[in-house]
């Protein structure tokens, strides 16, 4: 009986982001709030209910003082890391997404469509030039959410934060605002099709800037052992 309501939660889960991607790649030709606004409002929050997922947040007041577009830093767990961003951020925001997921029928169509920063890993040269893009796109107004681990962690340890964002945010004195997320594993457990009702908490931390005397390796060591301080406070 659990593996049939499972199933058709996958279904209906599935329809939901179909709809939700032509829509917001719709209204994204014209307002990307509007498009936020639809993935937030629309496709994240019906995620939850058909899921049975709550997402608590905190820390949004740390953000009370950012005039200035960032990269968002966050652990990565699970599939359902990106919902926990979109219910838990009060701005427009894109994703730094690997190329493979252009493809994908619908979803690669809006995520192209809304601007999100696609990843090319086989390649270290178009990978730097994608994310020197992505740069770009944040000091022209863009917030950029970014899995530094580069994958899903299957042991439900913190990977090594892969140097690529913290490179950008050094050379265009972007902040950093760590990002810590637990719980999402427990919905949606990686590689699996299975979903649980549960709670994802997720914590905002205060933007962190580079350090004229530190190396791009020591800014990212330093962001992740705050992410890690974070996702152990939850």
């Known amino acids: 009986m659990n593996l049939i309501f499972n199933h058709i939660q996958i279904l209906i889960i599935f329809s939901i982001t179909v709809f ?6 719709l209204f994204a030709l014209f307002s990307a709030k509007l498009s936020f606004w639809i993935a937030k409002n629309f496709w994240a929050r019906s995620i939850c209910f058909v899921s049975r ?3 608590v947040a ?7 003082n ?3 577009s960032a990269i968002f830093c966050s652990n990565h767990l699970s599939s359902f890391d990106i919902i926990a961003m979109y ?3 009060d701005r427009p925001i894109f994703f730094i997404a690997k190329k493979e997921i252009k493809q994908i029928p619908f979803l690669g169509w809006y995520m192209s469509v809304a601007g999100m ?6 390649n270290h040269e178009n990978a730097m030039r ?15 959410i970014s899995f530094p681990e580069g994958t899903r962690s299957k042991t439900n340890q913190m990977g090594q934060f892969k140097r690529g964002s913290f490179i950008i945010a050094k050379e265009g004195k972007i902040p950093i605002v760590p990002v810590a997320i637990k719980g999402s594993n427990q919905i949606n457990p990686s590689g699996t099709l299975t979903i649980r009702k549960g709670i994802i908490k997720t914590k905002i931390g205060k933007p962190i800037y580079h350090k004229d005397e530190e190396t791009t390796e020591s800014f990212a060591n ?12 939850l």
């Open 20 to 25: 939700s991607a032509l829509l917001a790649g």
């Open 66 to 68: 950012l005039n200035e």
């Open 87 to 89: 219910m838990s951020l």
């Open 53 to 55: 997922c709550q997402i």
């Open 117 to 122: 920063i696609f990843l090319d890993r086989s």
């Open 58 to 64: 905190e820390g949004l007041n740390e953000l009370k």
């Open 130 to 144: 994608s994310m020197r893009n992505a740069g770009n796109e944040i000091k022209k107004g863009k917030n950029i």
């Open 222 to 233: 330093r962001t992740r052992k705050e992410v890690e301080l974070m996702v152990n406070s």
